[in-house]
Structures are given as C-alpha cells and as structure tokens.
C-alpha cells in the first residue's frame, strides 16, 4: 500500500508558474500526474519511470510541464510553467507498480486526494 499526499496547488495567473508535489509513503516504479476539470473526464498529463529517465506527456502539456523524482525523498514533482485557464483543474499524483508507466488511469494502483490549481486569465 502506498499512500501519497499531493500540494502546491493554488490560485494563480495566467502566464505564472507552479510547482506541484506528490509525496509517497513508500517506493513506486511507476508515478503519474492526471488532472481533472468540472464535468470533464479525468486526463493523463505527464509521467516518469523510476529512475527517471523516461517521461511522458499529453499532448496537450509538451513543452510546459515537466516531471521528475527525487527517490530519496520518495517525491514526484510537476513543474507547470505558462500556466492557462484550460490548466485549471484538480491534480492527481499517481502510483503503480509497471515498469514502463502508463497514460491511462487504470495503470495505477495509489491515488492522492488531489490538490486544486486554479487560473484566473
């Protein structure tokens, strides 16, 4: 069982950047960030294999957000630069035990309660 606890979320600009966290109780090969907007379906966003060299990303966030891990603290991070209003959403870290980390949901075993980011244009 892996218990992971997201923050950093908050109120920002458009154009600003954030720095989200996702700290895990215990060691995961896998971890992912998904997000989720009112009334929208949850989407993948970005994520890492275990030792980090290996990322992915939607489409959508190529080029502005950027994952990586710090194993020694058993944290994942997403750096969200340029922010825009469509970013605005519930983020959620996720954990699983594959390999290669999946882009979709059921890939992932741990979630996090979400931390919200909010963009105000």
């Known amino acids: 069982q892996v218990q992971l606890v997201e923050s950093g979320g908050g109120l920002v600009q458009a154009g600003d950047s954030l720095r989200l966290s996702c700290a895990a109780s215990?060691?995961?090969?896998?971890m992912g960030w998904f997000r989720q907007a009112p009334g929208k379906e949850r989407e993948f966003v970005a994520a890492?294999?275990?030792?980090?060299?290996?990322?992915y990303y939607a489409d959508s966030v190529k080029g502005r957000f950027d994952i990586s891990r710090d194993n020694a603290k058993n944290t994942v991070y997403l750096q969200i630069n340029s922010l825009k209003p469509e970013d605005a959403a519930v983020y959620y870290c996720a954990a699983g035990g594959a390999i290669v980390p999946g882009t979709t949901a059921n890939a992932y075993d741990y979630w996090g309660q979400g931390t919200q980011v909010t963009v105000s244009s």
């Open positions: 215990g060691r995961a090969f896998s």
């Open positions: 890492i294999n275990w030792n980090a060299r290996n990322t």
